[in-house]
């Protein structure tokens, strides 16, 4: 979901940008018009996460998967070593993707604790101080499952994949080497990449390495190194005007997530088991709450009328099956009392 009033922004001055007779996907991206509103989405993005002055912004093309690859091309060596920490799907996705590139120390974390909720092991995180970086996924968009402090790991670059938790709340930048991001779920849309990353680590990558995927050369190309994606840059400024000027920045947003995460996992524990989530309220993603129906043979029934009552989505991710509602930024808090009001009917109807 994204907000109403940026597209609505959007769709009101999409054949006409700013009384220049056209729209911003038909202006050269070298144009001076298209420029400053480049520049000013940049600075918004700084403003809001608080960068401070060693980090870039740079904006990639090919995703959050395309990170999977820029990441080791660009910071490893095939000789040498990352450490990714392993804590569902996406980061998975992560270090399979990588072992193309460098060697990879897989560090599980994965465990059920003792109440027998999916957990993450934080004692099992050894770390190779010599690694290049370390990668992990702040929030495992399938598992419903966010970790809400950066890693410590020393002197050696913290890599976060965000894709599904950036913006969502305030972080400390300086923890980090690197945080990523695939714009679609809280920025704008698909196919485009955020990329904050500390100058120390924009160098010569791996002499392969494409040129589009170089941080060095987009970085000292201004991200436009080729055309960028334009429309998505735009529509991202979009949003973090949105959250800068509407929401109030990111301290605000995190007070609406945590209040809209709260009342849905609030009401699925207080289901007398009806409704289960089965993840350690520690690792609560914020931002896609899974759950499973005591009866799994009401599923096609629950997606079926949750439809017809205009919630859509619900279906859980095909690896990992159930529900999942996600709770992106712009989702509003009356959608979340919605889903609650519909599960609570379903659940007295069967
Ligand atoms: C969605 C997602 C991705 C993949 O993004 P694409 O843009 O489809 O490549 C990567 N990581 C996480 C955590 C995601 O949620």
Redesign the pocket.
């Known amino acids: 979901m994204l907000p109403e009033p940026v597209m609505a922004r959007a769709q009101k001055e999409f054949l006409n940008y700013n009384g220049l007779g056209m729209s911003v996907i038909e202006m050269s991206h070298r144009s001076r018009e298209y420029q400053a509103l480049a520049d000013e989405a940049v600075r918004d993005l700084r403003d809001i996460m608080k960068l401070p002055d060693n980090y870039q912004v740079l904006f990639m093309h090919?995703?959050?998967?395309?990170?999977?690859a820029n990441v080791p091309m660009n910071l490893a060596s095939k000789d040498g070593t990352a450490d990714y920490v392993h804590t569902g799907a996406?980061?998975g996705?992560?270090l399979k993707e990588a072992k193309k590139y460098t060697g990879v120390n897989a560090i599980e974390l994965e465990c059920l604790n003792d109440r027998g909720q999916h957990s993450l092991n934080m004692g099992a995180l050894k770390l190779d101080p010599n690694a290049a970086y370390v990668h992990y996924?702040?929030?495992?968009?399938?598992h419903g499952i966010e970790i809400f402090e950066p890693l410590d790991t020393g002197s050696v670059p913290l890599v976060a994949?965000?894709?599904?938790?950036i913006l969502s709340r305030p972080v400390d930048v300086s923890k980090f080497g690197i945080i990523y991001?695939?714009?679609?779920?809280n920025i704008g849309p698909?196919?485009?990449?955020v990329v904050i990353i500390r100058e120390d680590l924009i160098r010569d990558p791996a002499p392969f390495t494409p040129d589009v995927g170089s941080f060095k050369i987009t970085c000292d190309k201004g991200s436009m190194f080729n055309t960028p994606n334009t429309f998505a840059w735009y529509l991202s400024g979009l949003v973090f005007k949105w959250i800068k000027d509407e929401i109030g920045g990111l301290e605000a947003m995190e007070k609406r997530n945590a209040a809209k995460a709260a009342l849905l996992y609030d009401f699925i524990d207080s289901s007398d088991g009806f409704y289960v989530n089965n993840v350690d309220p520690a690792y609560r993603s914020r931002m896609?709450v899974v759950f499973n129906l005591r009866d799994e043979s009401l599923n096609d029934d629950f997606l079926k009328e949750a439809k017809e009552a205009g919630l859509v989505g619900l279906k859980g991710h095909r690896v990992l099956g159930g529900m999942r509602a996600s709770l992106y930024n712009a989702m509003p808090q009356e959608g979340v009392k919605a889903l609650t009001e519909f599960m609570d009917g379903f659940k007295s109807r069967h």
């Open positions: 090919g995703g959050g998967r395309g990170m999977f996406w980061s996705y992560a996924c702040m929030n495992e968009t399938i994949d965000a894709s599904s938790t991001a695939g714009a679609q779920k698909s196919g485009f990449c896609n």
